[in-house]
């Protein structure tokens, strides 16, 4: 006999506001108590001392997670210039520091240099596994830590403000993979001074921002209340760049039992029409709802993940 699962078997995303200094990690074992939730996970880490848009799957919602993984995300953070750290943000030990300040015209005319594929080399205390170690654990523990330089992709990088000669606050649309701690470190470099990050928000991870997003604190309440629901976003707002099919019983029920469904040839154009690049991915709903994540071809869709709502 099958063991049963313990917790109510809850599905949908909550975008979480994370507060300061909580970890990722702690951010989702608090959203599944409140829950009372089966599963649950995130989509991209967030450093105890940033704050912002953290996406949390719960539920048959973790099917949709690595779909989270590729979206664009976006951040406003504050530069201190003057003192670099062993983190590369305030939390650290001062490494090294200079007496430059860059003027506002200094840094807009180095930002051009950082936008695009550009090559970053991830900062030594990151989220990254090193032969089965989280880097920031080598390196908490005195371990010289280097990682090879990778492509990421920055979409935009512009200035939000500069209150003073000692910060300046930037916002950046980017890829994943993108370290704002490792562009803060390199472009003092360009401008030939130290920095740091002060102050980071991740304002938004593809469909989530801070449209949607709800506090801890709200949440809680909510669930005082009885209407822990009211903060579920669908399963299915992780995949609104995925063409949808809608589907009659008859095909949901094939799904359901992994077999695939023959479009007709009007449906087959339309999704042809809405297809991202060289992907074929599918979302087949039913009722409204997510049914399954399909693969199209040769005219018919069959099911890759299929979900339980």
């Keep these: 006999m099958a063991r049963r699962k313990k917790g109510d078997p809850v599905s949908g995303w909550v975008c979480l506001d994370k507060p300061l200094e909580l970890g990722s990690t702690q951010a989702v074992g608090r959203v599944r108590r409140l829950f009372n939730a089966q599963k649950a996970g ?59 300040r860059p003027t506002r015209t200094a840094v807009e005319a180095a930002l051009p240099a950082f ?106 309440d909510l669930v005082h209340r009885g209407a822990r629901q009211e903060a579920l976003l669908p399963v299915e707002t992780a995949l609104d760049d995925i063409p949808a099919l809608a589907m009659t019983d008859e095909d949901a029920f094939r799904l359901s039992q992994g077999r695939g469904v023959v479009l007709l040839p009007r449906q087959v154009e339309t999704v042809k029409a809405s297809l991202n690049g060289a992907s074929r991915t599918v979302l087949a709903t039913h009722k409204g709802r997510a049914a399954a994540i399909c693969e199209m071809r040769a005219g018919q869709i069959r099911p890759v993940r299929n979900f339980i709502l």
């Design 42 to 100: 995130h989509a991209g880490t967030l450093d105890p001392l940033a704050t912002g848009i953290l996406p949390i799957a719960l539920g048959e919602a973790t099917k949709t997670v690595s779909f989270m993984m590729d979206a664009m995300k976006g951040y406003r953070f504050t530069i201190a210039w003057g003192e670099t750290t062993t983190t590369l943000d305030r939390e650290g030990e001062i490494a090294a520091t200079s007496d430059v």
């Design 115 to 220: 936008i695009g594929d550009i090559q970053q080399i991830p900062p030594a205390y990151s989220a990254i596994m090193v032969d089965g170690e989280r880097s920031y654990d080598l390196a908490r523990a005195g371990e010289a830590v280097e990682h090879a330089a990778r492509t990421v992709t920055v979409h935009a990088i512009d200035i939000v403000d500069a209150p003073d000669a000692d910060h300046i606050t930037l916002s950046m649309r980017c890829g994943k993979g993108t370290y704002v701690r490792a562009l803060v470190r390199d472009l003092a470099a360009a401008l030939g001074t130290e920095a740091h990050v002060a102050d980071l928000r991740r304002t938004f991870v593809g469909p989530f921002g801070e449209q949607n997003a709800i506090s801890l604190e709200m949440l809680e």
